[in-house]
């Protein structure tokens, strides 16, 4: 069975992308096969897997804008392989078009589910990278998923934006896709030898424990993240017993539970 999880927050710099790039990463280093979906515009999932948006040929727009027009969208066209070993459908900034133009058609939702049909198959996840903001390509993610994941960031001001979401994907569940589950708000850069960030990881547990699930994991603050994207690398390979692949190997874990 393939798990399907958007990874969404619509604040930017939450660790979206962060979380999409090393969480599939520790899941290949689990032995599973693993597909990331690049749905951002700013391509910065494709960028951190080490590929170079402008030169790719295809990306994961065609595939939508061709299963919205009902023709077979052809996935193995788009499809990139990475150095940390998950494959990758990547984006560019051409996604900004889709954005229009899946608004206005009344099924634009479906067009990432649709263009993933009968793809999915072989892969034991699928990570669907999200842009930051609820848009159509959001909607897109949410309706092709089965779960979601949210990275929140250890700081008072992110709690709040999480209602908002939550209420977004309550629509989502009444409409698109009903059996749509939230699997987890994880916190992220989280420093917690501040009082703050302690503050911060009490009040999600409070706040949302009794609604949504927040993971036992928390992923810290850890520069080493930073840089293992400038060179096309997860945190995996590039510090491999850095506190934050030590993180996102027990994401992994948490969610294979
Ligand atoms: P989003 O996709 O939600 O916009 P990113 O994953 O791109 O967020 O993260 C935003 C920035 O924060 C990036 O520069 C990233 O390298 C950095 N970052 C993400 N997670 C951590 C962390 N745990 N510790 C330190 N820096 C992080
Ligand atoms: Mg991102």
Known sequence: MTRTIAIANQKGGVGKTTTTVNLGAALVERGRRVLAVDLDPQASLTLALGHDADALPRTIYSAMMAAMKGEEASLADVLQPTEAGLDLLPASIELSQAELDLTREPLGIYALRDSLNGF??????????????????????????????????????????????????????????????????????????????????????????????????????????????????????????????????????????
Do not use: W
């Open 120 to 257: 999915a198959d072989g892969y034991d996840y699928i990570l669907l990278d999200c842009p930051p903001s609820l848009g159509i390509l959001t909607a897109n993610a949410l309706a092709a998923a089965a779960e979601v994941v949210i990275p929140l960031q250890a700081d008072y001001l992110a709690l709040k934006g999480v209602d908002l979401l939550l209420r977004t994907i309550g629509k989502i569940q009444k409409r698109a896709n009903t059996t749509l589950k939230v699997r987890g708000i994880v916190l992220t850069m989280a420093d917690l030898r501040t009082l703050h960030a302690r503050e911060v990881v009490e009040a999600a547990r409070e706040t949302f424990g009794q609604t949504v699930p927040v993971f036992d994991t928390i992923i810290h603050a850890n520069v080493r993240l930073k840089e293992a994207p400038l060179i096309g690398q997860s945190i995996l390979a590039y510090a491999t017993d850095s506190p934050g692949a030590q993180g996102y190997r027990a994401l992994a874990q948490e969610i294979e539970l």
